[in-house]
């Protein structure tokens, strides 16, 4: 059966550029995770979601990050005015329901020049 | 502060030496997990878990709620078992993440 489906694998993107971020979960989980790992560092908790709900988006690291949710299936990560800060590989992982076993996608790499 | 403290940072191992990664974390949880990174490669959940032992072929996970600790076992470790493994709690609607055990299983 099909995984989480990231795309694109890589975007590089000059500062100051919006860019946006896929993630398809598997089909059925109702959970949704995104998280950040950026060079040479942990992995970092961004947002989750739970159906097309996100009940706390607190650890987005700046009010530049957003993400939404549709059909509670697929999300996408936008990140307006890009900075060379926001360099890093995002994440996505999915859930049958929040708390369960988390699957992981293959990340998008993220380069902002 | 960190929440999730891992050790050692990097290991270095003989094939077939049993190998144990540890994790201490300081926040209340519903529950921890044991991910797999391979190097170039995606993350893997091993194990989650909220009390008790889980095994899974030559993997062992164990936690202890009252300490907050959690230890990872390799038996008869392999050089597939090279990876970065990492340690995640997560308290209700957060996660918090240990910087990772880097392991190298030499033949």
């Not at chain 1, 979601?49 to 996100?54: H, I, R, W, Y």
Request: proline share 5%.
């Amino acid at each position: 059966g099909a995984g989480v489906s990231q795309s694109p694998s890589n975007k590089v993107t000059e500062k100051g550029k919006d860019v946006e971020l896929r993630c398809d979960p598997i089909s059925g989980h109702t959970a949704l995770y995104w998280y950040r790992q950026s060079l040479g560092q942990g992995l970092e908790f961004l947002i989750y979601f739970q159906g097309n709900s996100a009940p706390d988006k607190s650890g987005l690291p700046s009010d530049r990050f957003s993400a939404e949710r549709t059909g509670g299936s697929v999300s996408t990560l936008t990140i307006q005015r890009t900075q060379q800060e926001d360099s890093a590989v995002y994440l996505c992982a999915s859930s049958l329901r929040t708390g369960a076993e988390q699957y992981f996608g293959p990340g998008t790499r993220l380069t902002v020049t | 502060k960190n929440e999730v403290e891992q050790s050692p940072q990097n290991l270095t191992a003989q094939e077939g030496e049993f190998i144990t990664i540890n994790c201490s974390y300081s926040v209340g949880i519903s529950a921890l997990h044991w991910l797999q990174q391979h190097p170039g490669g995606g993350i893997v959940s091993l194990f989650m878990l909220s009390s008790g032992k889980k095994k899974h072929g030559r993997l062992i996970a164990t936690i202890n709620i009252q300490e907050k600790h959690s230890s990872l076992h390799i038996t008869a470790s392999h050089p597939r078992d090279s990876a970065v493994y990492i340690c995640a709690v997560s308290p209700p609607g957060q996660f918090y993440f240990g910087t990772g055990t880097s392991l190298t299983v030499i033949p």
